[in-house]
C-alpha cells in the first residue's frame, strides 16, 4: 500500500515515514503543498496522511478541494493541532474521511490508517479472503484451508495489496510502485519471480489460482 505523508514539520513527517514504512507501508513525503499536488498528480496513493496548516499554494483544506476536483478521490486521513469539536466538523466538512487531532499516539493513527485502507477492500474487518486464503492484516498471518502458510515480508504486502483491490488488472508498474517504493533495483522480473513463489505456496497443484495472470495487462485476484 502507497502512503503520501503531506507535513512541514520535518521531525513528524520522518517519525511517520519510518514507523509506517516498518509496518509494511511504501511511504512518501511532501512538505508543502506544492509538492503534495505534484506528487499526486504524477502517481496513485492508497492513503494521504494530510496536515491541515501548510505552506504553498493549498493548504489542507484547498489541497482536498483541488484533488476532488480533479476526480482523485483517495482516503483522506486529516492531521491537525486544531482539536475542537468545531474544528473536527470543519475538517470533515471539507472532504477528509477521518480527523486526527495532534498530538496523537501513533498505535491510534495506525488503526484509522488500517480502517480507512479497507473501506474500499472486498474483505471484511480486518481480513481478506478469497476462496480457502484468508490474510488478516493486523496479525500479518496467512492461512490456506485453515493451515497456517509462511510467507516473507514482501510476498505478504504483494498479496494484501492484490486481495484489497479484487477485480482489478494490476500492472506490473503498479505493483512495484506500490509494494516495492522506488528502489531502482527492482525489476519486473522480481514481480514475476514473487508472483511465482506466491502461488507455489497458496495455490492448489493442477487447480485454480488465487492469484491470476491477464496476459499483456498484469495480475488479478480471484474473485
Do not use: C
Amino acid at each position: 500500500m502507497k502512503i503520501l505523508v503531506v507535513e512541514d514539520e520535518a521531525k513528524i513527517a520522518t517519525s511517520l515515514q519510518r514507523g509506517l514504512q516498518s509496518e509494511g507501508y511504501v511511504v512518501d513525503i511532501a512538505k508543502d503543498g506544492d509538492e503534495a499536488e505534484t506528487l499526486a498528480a504524477a502517481s496513485a496513493y492508497d492513503l494521504v496522511l494530510l496536515d491541515w496548516m501548510i505552506p504553498g499554494k493549498h493548504d489542507g483544506p484547498g489541497l482536498i478541494k483541488l484533488w476532488h476536483d480533479n476526480k482523485q478521490f483517495m482516503p483522506i486521513l486529516m492531521l491537525s493541532a486544531r482539536g475542537t469539536i468545531g474544528d473536527r466538523v470543519q475538517g470533515l466538512d471539507t472532504g477528509a474521511d477521518d480527523y486526527l487531532p495532534k498530538p496523537f499516539s501513533f498505535d491510534e493513527l495506525l488503526a484509522r490508517v488500517r480502517a480507512l485502507l479497507r473501506r474500499p477492500a472486498n474483505g471484511a474487518g480486518t481480513s481478506y479472503t478469497i476462496a480457502d486464503v484468508t490474510l488478516n492484516s493486523i496479525s500479518k498471518t496467512v492461512t490456506k484451508g485453515g493451515k497456517p502458510v509462511h510467507l516473507t515480508a514482501k510476498e505478504f504486502q504483494l498479496l494484501e495489496y492484490l486481495a484489497a483491490r479484487r477485480g482489478e488488472v494490476l500492472s506490473k508498474d503498479q505493483l512495484l510502485d506500490h509494494v516495492w517504493s522506488d528502489d531502482g533495483r527492482v525489476q519486473h522480473n522480481t514481480v514475476e519471480t514473487f508472483i511465482a513463489n506466491l502461488r507455489k505456496k497458496i495455490d492448489k497443484p493442477g487447480g485454480e489460482n488465487i492469484v491470476r495472470t491477464v496476459r499483456g495487462f498484469g495480475y488479478t485476484a480471484a474473485a
